[in-house]
């Protein structure tokens, strides 16, 4: 191979119950995983039916599948599931078991405006996401995911000394003083779901938003790291993974979610290598 010659990255899906796929895995294969689970609702969503809200179901169901994402994480490597609040304390429980209370590194709120609210007390507007390391030398690219909360007008104004310098400079007793206009991330996203009208949208029950999971791939992945996940549903993350340039491994085991899955993924374009099994 020249030094210029790209490398093939691959997209790997299969529809099947995650477990058997997480069991074929080797050991120490993934860079991230990120998945957004089973919540827990009871609920039949059309597409597929979710877990009831008992403990010991909860349980029966993530303990085995937990101790396998364990074993195929590399060292180095992170975890992002997300779910709310009706599973998120048991979740934790058997994540500190499997992954150890030291590798807890983030419980990550994502606050949302949709419609629907309750009369009778807090209306519910935020998942959780539970982000755990395989150890302490896990990647976090601080840059990649700072957030800014200046105005689109102030950016603009001092778009060339953003560019430049990476600053924008405030006037105070006539002496100038750079401040950067980026922060690191806070464990909170307000961002909203996505409309149903949204061009994102394609007809998927729980799929979420492309620059949600985005900000936990830039954070916890490098271009050509595997990332995997195994709840995909309507494909977010395999859509976001090819866009972020990283390999992506993902099942589900309902049979339309891989046909979505396949069809927003644009299959023809050189240097990627697709597998639907
Ligand atoms: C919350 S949805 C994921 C939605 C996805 N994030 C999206 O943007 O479209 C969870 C998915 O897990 C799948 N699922 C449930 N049990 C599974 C299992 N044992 N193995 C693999 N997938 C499973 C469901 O079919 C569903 O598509």
Redesign the pocket.
């Known amino acids: 191979m020249t030094q210029n010659a790209q490398v093939q990255k691959s997209i790997q899906i299969s529809c ?4 058997l796929l997480l069991k074929r895995q080797q050991d120490a294969s993934v860079d991230l995983i990120y998945s ?4 827990g609702t009871g609920r039949n969503f059309g ?2 039916q979710d877990l009831k809200p008992k403990r010991d179901v909860i349980e029966r169901h993530y303990l085995p599948r937990l101790i396998e994402m364990k074993r195929v994480l590399k060292q180095n490597g992170s975890i992002y599931l997300q779910m709310d609040t009706r599973i998120n304390h048991w979740m934790r429980i058997l994540m500190d078991k499997v992954f150890g209370y030291d590798n807890f590194q983030n419980e990550i709120v994502w606050a949302y405006r949709t419609q629907g609210f309750s009369k009778s007390k807090w209306s519910e507007k935020h998942d959780v996401v539970l982000f755990y390391s395989k150890s302490k030398a896990f990647k976090f690219n601080l840059e990649d995911v700072r957030e800014t909360e200046i105005s689109e007008s102030t950016q603009k104004r001092w778009h060339k000394e953003i560019k430049e310098f990476g600053m924008i400079p405030t006037k105070k007793n006539g002496k100038t003083y750079w401040n950067s206009p980026y922060s690191p991330p806070r464990d909170w996203i307000d961002m909203n779901a996505l409309p149903q009208a949204h061009t994102e949208r394609n007809g ?1 029950p ?3 938003p492309k620059e949600l999971i985005k900000r936990f791939v830039l954070a916890s992945s490098n271009e050509g790291d595997v990332v995997a ?9 395999a859509e976001v993974c090819k866009e972020l340039n990283r390999n992506f491994i993902g ?4 049979p339309r ?1 891989i046909e979505i899955t396949k069809n927003r993924l644009d299959r023809d374009e050189s240097g990627w290598a697709f597998s639907f099994l």
């Not at 099947?16 to 477990?19: F, V």
């Not at 957004?36 to 919540?39: E, F, P, S």
């Not at 099942?251 to 309902?254: Q, S």
């Open positions: 099947e119950d995650n477990l957004d689970i089973l919540y597409e597929y998927y729980t799929q979420k996940d195994y709840y995909l549903g309507s494909g977010t993350t099942c589900d085991i309902n979610a």
